[in-house]
């Protein structure tokens, strides 16, 4: 529960910040909360403790005998020695509100596509994002001043992680003078340096900004107007306009009045619907004298938490539904990271032998599964595990792509080259393809792998290694999708990929390897869906080179690793260019695979 309080500052008068409600019975308190020997039941919400008095309902403007302080709750207000007259009990049109906003600040930037404000909802596809929020009132008659506090309830309504407070940080009150610079640049225009020892203070999210034009006391000169974080929970501390009956302080004019600014953090783990509502509580809703300011109304901000976007490599990306069909994604839900490899769980694809609805590494690590020979795979299902397919299946040219969190701790992979370049039909120039036939049947091995930027709008990466003749034995898991290329990575082909364990003999023994994963590449020059069939529309088409040239222009899609064509070694440091371009469109004419293809081992 997150409080905002808004303690009343007289001009010309301090504020303090009491330490009633903290449940404890101070020194210069009779009573506090629960805490109520001295007079059980009867302990008021300012600490002290009350005979039996009348309890104004505000709802109904009626008015109840004999009521201990502690059952006046809600929104009512309590009376030991006063009637309840027509100024002290009546129902109220004032309100309350939690109103989404972009984020503040001249220099911010405006939310990423993930996140649409529709009035009070704000729908966040995928989590880790920062949403601000403004605290607004009405309904207060013009001129009267009133203590106020509500609590934000709602931070832990959704199904996953609850919704957190942005960080502090750290500055200099003495070094760093009004208007601290440094607050306004981190956090925006009305923060400042906060401080309770005067020199060491901190920056920090709440904040009022008091400058401007909406601000609920703009017309009052000497305020003192603030908002933090203490104890857990946030604080604004200002004057508020008081409802009071238009008899005595004019109607309200309808304004609608800025109170505070906070910052809220959805975690990659949150979920479902967040609530965030004000609950007022009546203990602060008194001043002095008979007069009182019930809420008659109180808007809450719904934030819907739904699914982020699995990217072909396994990443959960916080895009529209829009722009994850544009890079060939699912949206999907994100999750926790179990086995901590940067990846949710709802997006990652890992190793569960035994169902349990998480990474075999993970039932080993918490002691759910044994693994007594040591080779990171649940002894209950220890068998040859096969690498895994790349999630919606997509056919390239020149690289082959699996999933290899299914590896053992150190193995390596083997690729056996099954059948190469048999395209059916053959290409529609009438000339002779190239034959690697030679090649069929001998053992490549995966390299080193490597990470290289696959797009710079918006900048996405993905996992490479090579192809090579000698075994590269290493933990495998965290790896992911892992995208392989090579000379001997052709179109219209066949592979066999398997892990490979360290402790095998002959390493080009068949029977040495783990279960296999059957790979096949596309149609030369076919590049994205629909993909070639024998019995289908020949490929490529129009639409694999329009793909091809939008990546050239550094589009998100396709995936670099389908349009990438481009020599006979494709370089992965190089950009997709004109080669790649006229390599599509040599395909398109029906033109054969023009590259030497495999080469031999020293």
């Known amino acids: 529960m997150f409080l905002i309080i808004v303690p009343l500052t007289l001009p ?14 101070d020194v210069s308190e009779d009573c506090d909360g629960a805490d109520d020997a001295a007079c059980p039941g009867f302990c008021d919400a300012w600490c002290n403790c009350r005979e039996p008095g009348l309890c104004c309902d505000w709802g109904t403007a009626e008015c109840t005998d004999d009521v201990a302080p502690s059952a006046c709750g809600g929104l009512g207000a309590f009376y030991e020695d006063q009637r309840c007259d027509e100024f002290d009990c009546y129902a109220s049109d004032a309100w309350f509100e939690v109103m989404p906003i972009e984020p503040p600040g001249p220099d911010a930037s405006p939310y990423p596509d993930n996140v649409v404000i529709d009035g009070h909802t704000v729908t966040v596809y995928g989590g880790a994002q920062r949403i601000w929020v403004e605290v607004r009132v009405g309904g207060w008659a013009p001129g009267a001043l009133r203590t106020l506090q509500g609590s934000f309830s709602g931070l832990s309504s959704g199904a996953g992680d609850p919704l957190a407070l942005p960080p502090t940080v750290a500055c200099d009150q003495f070094l760093d003078p009004s208007p601290h610079s440094h607050c306004v640049d981190a956090f925006g225009p009305g923060s400042s340096c906060k401080t309770d020892d005067f020199i060491i203070g901190y920056c920090e999210y709440p904040w009022i900004e008091r400058s401007r034009s909406d601000f609920v006391f703009a017309d009052i000169g000497e305020i003192i107007a603030l908002g933090r974080h203490y104890e857990g929970s946030i604080q604004f501390g200002a004057l508020i306009l008081y409802h009071v009956p238009s008899e005595i302080f004019g109607a309200d004019e309808g304004g609608s009045y800025y109170l505070g600014t906070a910052a809220l953090d959805i975690p990659m783990g949150a979920a479902g619907t967040y609530t965030l509502a004000i609950e007022p509580l009546e203990s602060f809703l008194r001043l002095s004298g008979s007069y009182y300011a019930p809420l008659g109304r109180i808007t809450s901000t719904i934030i819907n938490v739904v699914d982020g976007c699995c990217s072909p490599d396994g990443a959960c990306l916080a895009v529209s539904p829009e722009m994850c069909a544009d890079i060939g994604g699912v949206m999907a839900s994100c999750g926790g990271d179990c086995d901590a490899n940067g990846i949710p769980d709802g997006c990652d694809t890992f190793a569960d032998c035994n169902g349990s609805g998480l990474p075999d590494s993970c039932d080993i690590a918490d002691g759910t599964s044994s693994d007594e020979d040591g080779n990171c795979i649940p002894d209950e299902c220890d068998a040859s595990p096969a690498p895994l397919a790349e999630p919606g299946g997509v056919l390239k040219n020149r690289f082959i792509s699996f999933q290899t969190t299914t590896a053992g701790c150190e193995t390596a992979i083997r690729v056996e080259l099954v059948s190469l370049n048999h395209p059916d039909p053959a290409n529609t120039a009438g000339l002779p393809e190239r034959n690697y036939s030679a090649f069929e049947g001998r053992y490549r091995w995966v390299g080193p792998p490597e990470t290289m ?4 709008n918006p900048m996405t990466y993905y996992t490479t290694a090579p192809l090579q003749c000698n075994p590269h034995f290493m933990d495998w898991r965290s790896v992911g999708l892992l995208n392989v290329y090579g000379t001997e990575i052709v179109p219209s082909s066949v592979y066999d990929v398997q892990f490979v364990d360290a402790a095998c003999g002959n390493r080009n023994d068949p029977d040495c390897g783990m279960a296999p994963l059957t790979i096949a590449t596309g149609r030369w020059g076919d590049a994205v869906a629909p993909f070639h069939a024998p019995d289908g529309p020949t490929q490529p088409d129009f639409t694999d080179i329009a793909a091809v040239h939008d990546k050239f222009s550094q589009g998100s899609f396709p995936r670099r690793a389908s349009a990438e064509l481009h020599p006979n070694l494709p370089n992965v440091d190089w950009a997709i260019d004109y080669h790649d371009i ?14 030497a293809g495999p080469q031999e081992c020293p």
């Open 582 to 595: 006229a390599a599509v469109i040599d395909a398109f004419t029906g033109m054969p695979y023009p590259y």
């Open 453 to 456: 930027v696959d797009s710079r």
């Open 12 to 25: 010309g008068r301090a504020a303090a910040m009491s330490v009633c409600g903290n449940g404890v019975t």
